[in-house]
């Protein structure tokens, strides 16, 4: 038994871990490495193993980090069962077939340039929307909180609540080889308790080992109602100063998240009754309409809440931009305008417009809601750039800079402390962060052996 990192070793993105057992291989993750260019090296090189030798690739959720190269990894032969739950199902065609779209409109907008400009080279999408769609016929059985599934004799997988986004899911492995046995927790992204919208993680099961993200290792978040105020504070002060509001969001919760804080604000009249907010992103949109039909994976409260006809996700005021042409009329309005765009690290989408036009004007702000890679120009932005490239332009920075962490779909530090502490394992994988989140966090992880992997790294079990 052993198991070797093909991502997020010793970074943030790239999910893809994979362990093998009485001669199977189980993958978990398969995600696309981000924060540079997308369709760059990192992401062609090749996988670390054979696709085709791969029998099950276990799916914890439908962030890009970690399904984005599952296309891919069809390409290159992997023909074995997707298993997941049905909300990270659904999600996953969503995130997929915008991925695949955005790789194919890029390399479109290169070959133009290359052609104005005499330019040699090529530039290749990752994969197409037909790689998309055929990847998506390999999912199998449907996974269930709690509910064993036998993947072959000596392996079974329980998929259990990670309290991250809608579906997400931690895996427990239960491994037999040659009269040995291990447990194998793997945390996926863990989430961080006390969300309206998503229920807090289950406590994760005793095991002999465990790979665990550590994004935020080092840090405590601030309170959520702390962070709810600020954004509603910016949003006023933004407003006053006659300037409008950009939001770079990521599509999945996080989203979702806002739009119910908002619609509080606005109902409460903590907001003025009138405020605009536009939802400038086909994907959070389509996002937002699986939240409503996967509403068994919400909190209780919230889900009885939609049976009975009260929608948390849509208010007076709210906007859905579906086309380019409604998204480019959103720059006309000067102020009074909270615009929520994707992406959430403004690595591409509709937001770069939104900066564009927003981010030289003193009078209006800029919110971060979420994690921003290193090399990001999110990252660049928040770190206190003064002038950043933007669609070809160079655009000074004067609109205040705000970061809010308190809504991350991430666990904090304290919280990965208490999530490990359930396992008793004697060692520990530290996965999904950067160098000075993973140190911190292990000096806290008492009684186990830690490791920090890099690329490529495998072990025995």
Not at 8 to 18: K, N, P, Q
Request: glycine letters at 10%; hydrophobic letters at 40%; charged letters at 20%.
């Amino acid at each position: 038994m052993k198991i070797s990192f093909h991502g997020a070793a010793r970074g943030v993105t790239g999910s893809c871990h994979l362990v093998e057992c009485a001669g199977r291989r189980i993958l978990i993750d398969c995600g696309l490495f981000q924060g540079k260019h997308e369709l760059g090296e990192e992401n062609d090189r090749p996988f670390g193993f054979d696709p085709a030798a791969v029998d099950w690739l276990l799916l914890t959720h439908a962030h890009l980090d970690h399904c984005g190269r599952m296309p891919l990894l069809r390409k290159r032969g992997f023909t074995g069962e997707i298993i997941a739950t049905s909300a990270t199902r659904d999600l996953t065609r969503l995130v997929l077939l915008d991925a695949a779209n955005l790789q194919e409109e890029e390399a479109r907008r290169w070959h133009r340039r290359a052609a104005r400009s005499g330019s040699a080279g090529n530039l290749r999408p990752l994969y197409s929307v037909l790689d998309a769609l055929d990847c998506m016929e390999q999912f199998g059985r449907t996974a269930h909180y709690g509910k064993a599934i036998r993947l072959a004799e000596g392996i079974v997988a329980t998929f259990f609540d990670a309290g991250h986004i809608l579906g997400s899911a931690s895996i427990l492995l239960e491994l037999s080889e040659g009269g040995s046995s291990r447990r194998l927790v793997l945390s996926g992204d863990i989430g961080n308790a006390g969300r309206p919208l998503i229920s807090d993680p289950t406590a994760p099961p005793g095991a002999d080992a465990v790979v665990m993200e550590s994004t935020y290792g080092d840090r405590p978040h601030r309170p959520l109602p702390a962070s709810v105020a600020e954004l509603e504070q910016t949003v006023r002060d933004a407003f006053d100063r006659g300037g409008n509001v950009v939001i770079p969001v990521f599509a999945l919760e996080r989203t979702q998240e806002l739009l119910f804080h908002l619609r509080q604000a606005i109902v409460s009249r903590r907001l003025p009754g009138l405020t605009q907010v536009f939802l400038d992103s086909p994907m959070a949109i389509a996002a937002t309409e699986l939240f409503r039909r996967n509403a068994e994976f919400l909190r209780p409260e919230i889900a009885s809440g939609f049976a009975s006809g009260h929608d948390f996700l849509d208010f007076r005021g709210l906007h859905f931009t579906r086309d380019r042409e409604e998204s480019a009329s959103i720059n006309r309005i000067r102020s009074g305008a909270i615009i929520m765009a994707g992406s959430g690290m403004c690595t591409g989408g509709r937001v770069l417009h939104h900066l564009k036009h927003n981010l030289w004007r003193p009078e209006s702000a800029i919110v971060f809601v979420g994690y921003a890679s290193e090399g990001t120009l999110g990252r660049r932005i928040i770190d206190g750039a003064r002038e950043v490239s933007l669609l070809g332009e160079s655009v000074t920075v004067r609109a205040t800079i705000h970061t809010i962490n308190g809504f991350s779909a991430h666990a904090a530090q304290p919280e990965l402390v208490q999530w490990h502490r359930h396992t008793k394992a004697a060692r520990t994988f530290l996965v999904h962060g950067e160098t000075l989140a993973m140190t911190a966090l292990s000096r806290r992880l008492h009684n186990s052996d830690v490791i920090m992997p890099s690329l490529n790294e495998s072990f025995t079990l």
